[in-house]
């Protein structure tokens, strides 16, 4: 499992544990209608200790997804 911290539509932290091939299907993930989904915004520890002060911080989300064959 990877813990990373990713930014919502209004910026604030999102802590995500997850695979990483679950990262990497969601990243190229179509919809059902052959639009793309908007992939995750990850940032790095630093910066998210720097944003933390000001931003919310959720709790911890798990993302696991298994490929479709």
């Known amino acids: 499992m990877i ?3 990713c930014r919502n539509t209004d910026n ?3 802590p995500v544990k997850g695979d990483r091939n679950s990262f990497r299907l969601r990243q190229r993930a179509k919809t059902q209608e052959g639009f793309k989904v908007k992939p995750l915004r990850f940032i790095s520890f630093k910066e998210a200790a720097k944003v933390m002060k000001k931003k919310t ?3 911890e989300v798990t993302w696991y997804s ?3 064959l």
């Open 3 to 5: 813990e990373v911290i």
């Open 12 to 14: 604030n932290l999102v």
């Open 57 to 59: 911080v959720y709790p």
């Open 66 to 68: 298994v490929s479709k």
